[in-house]
């Protein structure tokens, strides 16, 4: 039996998945913390990835890795860091990304050349940040990397071997803010122009099958991905799915046959781990909205979701802008999380509880709209992350939603990607291995035609534009 191993280095921590390469059947797996904050050493995620992947990784026919998108891993001639890599939720280059869009002409023309439109988390925000706050560092930074590139480069033995070429792939690339996913090619002018007439070397964009190397004990290295392509390549989704993702952040993302180029900035262009695209649009709060709040009521997560039940649709008036870390969807990166319609009557934890459900969910509401009023087709979701375990939020999700909610079995759906990428490096065929697809629960969207869903939006959306005109 041919086996592949898939790596998830995400925010938090390493995960490493062995599977069955013509199954997709998880034998084993292990995870490894991360270093908390938005600026750690790069090599904490190799020290991780060697920790979780002991015994995994060298039972292995083939390995990619999916990383955290966006981060930037400035390496000096030696392939050293030259400080510790910003990662794609550090707001410090909130700023950067404004500037960078009013030189450059607007939003429209970010949107042509790239398909996106900057915000702090691109790479290209944090290079102009790089650039102007800390011009000894930007000097010595000889190659930029995104987080899942620096590790495929360190499973291949570089910097060790000065022969290995850092590679990317599409997917990973299009979230950069300086690689265009209609075209396939860097755009190396804003990227210069971005870090001050500087031009680090980038890495080779890899084909999504490809091979582009082996590890020392022989096995194949895929090209890898993001975090996002990997899970949707994970869940196999098909025209008309649409993922939604509630981890500590969240993501609304599909799959397009064509490349999209969104000026609000909404709507992120990338490119997905097939050949394909990936429109997606991104939240910086999500299941952190749920942790946070039962902390505060001093419950468990089955806690909170007991106390949400207590109270009615709509919390009575209560609602919660669940913008505890900023925001970047809609782009309010120096937001904070507020309560609105609190009464005597209403002060209580069970409506606290339930309006920190409907907060998270109507903000991710709001981010699907943007792919509705792109005029994708949308005929399901499926629901995924540590939050869609909640049958609540799974309810409460086809309410607000007013669509079919499918929740997959729980899995690490990064990490599976990432294991099925390998497979199709490692059997070289046209497509991706067919590996079936598992369902724990589906809610129908409301036969009330969503009405009480709505009614619980209009209460969310006047709070959001009553306090921030928007």
Known sequence: MATVAGVDSSTQSCKVVLCDADTGEILEEARESHPDGTAVPAESWWQALCSAGKGLLDRADAVAVAGQQHGLVALDADGRPVRDALLWNDIRSADAAETLIAELGGPQVWADAVGSVPLAAFTVAKLRWLADHEPEHADRTHRVLLP????????????????????TDRGDASGTGYWSPATGRYRKDLLAHAFRGRNPELPRVAGPAEVVGRTPAGALVAAGTGDNPGAALGLGIADGDVVISLGTSGTVYTRAAAPSADATGAIAGFADATGAFLPLACTLNAARVLDSTARLLGVDLNGLETLARQAPPGSEGVVMLPYLSGERTPNLPHATGSLHGLRPETLRPSHIARAAVEGMLCNMAAALDHLRTSGIPIHRVLLIGGAARSALVAELAAQIFGLTVTVPQPSEYVALGAARQAAWALGGAAQPPSWP?????????????????????????SARHALYAR
């Not at 697809?437 to 959306?461: F, K, L, M, N, W």
């Open 437 to 461: 697809a598992r369902t724990i629960a589906e809610v129908r969207a409301p036969s009330d035609g969503g009405a009480i869903g709505r009614q619980i939006r209009t209460t969310y959306e």
């Open 148 to 167: 899942h590139d620096y590790l495929t480069w360190r499973l291949r033995g570089g910097p060790s071997d000065p022969t290995v070429e850092p590679t």
